[in-house]
């Protein structure tokens, strides 16, 4: 129970790898696009805030891995979208994925051959990237 011309303040927080789209109500009108809130509720109403996940899933099978390993990684819209292998140094040894095109929404997979690419064994890190997020992991080649 609320007081009348006291406003209440209501704050959406996303977990981890989700982030705040939009409010909705029964009663009100929210055209606010951020996580929090202020009205003055006179009325009995319910408030739904709205999340999209933003994590992607991406792994790489077998890791480690001796002549191949297959990168898998999910898109949760149409997106462009980047994989590219680095040295542990820093250097870039190969575009797996250019971001030149949008991709579509689902599952998609990326097959490397080391041979292809003359990797020698090692530690390589994987950088997936997308508008606002970047995830990298690391890649063990052992021969």
Request: proline letters at 4%.
């Amino acid at each position: 129970i609320y007081y009348d011309g006291v406003p209440v303040t209501m704050t959406a927080i996303p977990n981890p790898g989700y982030k705040f789209m939009y409010w909705t109500t029964n009663k009100h009108i929210v055209n606010e696009k951020n996580g929090a809130i202020k009205l003055n509720v006179v009325q009995p109403d319910l408030f739904t805030a709205h999340f999209e996940k933003t994590e992607i899933k991406m792994e790489a099978f077998p890791n480690p891995f001796s002549n191949n390993v297959t990168i898998t990684y999910e898109l949760t819209s149409n997106v462009q979208a980047s994989i590219k292998l680095y040295s542990i140094l820093g250097a870039e040894v190969a575009t797996l994925v250019s971001d030149d095109v949008f991709q579509s929404e689902g599952v998609h997979s990326v097959q490397v051959n080391a041979a292809d690419y003359t990797l020698s064994h090692g530690i390589y890190l994987l950088t997936f990237k997308t508008e606002g997020y970047t995830k990298t992991i690391k890649l063990i080649l052992s021969k």
